[in-house]
């Protein structure tokens, strides 16, 4: 039998697939909650786990952060900066598996490129002339 689709569920899913920023499940929250303010935290996390499990959305597990939400499930890869968290999508190059899997059975890979969003890099920029200006 097949799950009812329930009016929440697709108020998250809506609210996630607006959200370009790669959300945690906190700012999903915050988003339904200004409209929906009778939806529960519990309930946008529940949903939220639940979808990635389904694979109706990505789950993005990043290094000393939050898990990230995004809505977009066509292969792509992402982008995280390495200043303020900002995550992007990327365009998905193909990868090779590897030779050797050390004895694992490989199901899935996730490509996160590491660096500067556009307004970090400006923001480092200015930093240094800033510096620069004073010695």
Do not use: F, W
């Amino acid at each position: 039998m097949e799950e009812r689709n329930t009016l929440q569920k697709e108020i998250i899913l809506r609210t996630l697939c607006q959200m370009r920023e790669h959300p945690t499940a906190a700012m999903v929250y915050e988003a339904v909650h200004q409209n929906h303010p009778t939806i529960s935290r519990s309930t946008v996390y529940r949903v939220l786990a639940k979808m990635a499990r389904e694979g109706k959305i990505l789950r993005l597990e990043m290094a000393a952060c939050d898990s990230r939400y995004d809505g977009q499930t066509a292969p792509h890869h992402h982008a995280r900066c390495r200043r303020c968290g900002a995550v992007a999508d990327i365009p998905a190059v193909e990868i090779a598996p590897p030779s050797s899997t050390a004895g694992y059975l490989l199901e899935d890979c996730s490509v996160v490129y590491r660096g500067l969003c556009p307004a970090c890099q400006t923001a480092e920029l200015s930093d240094s002339n800033a510096l620069t200006g004073c010695l």
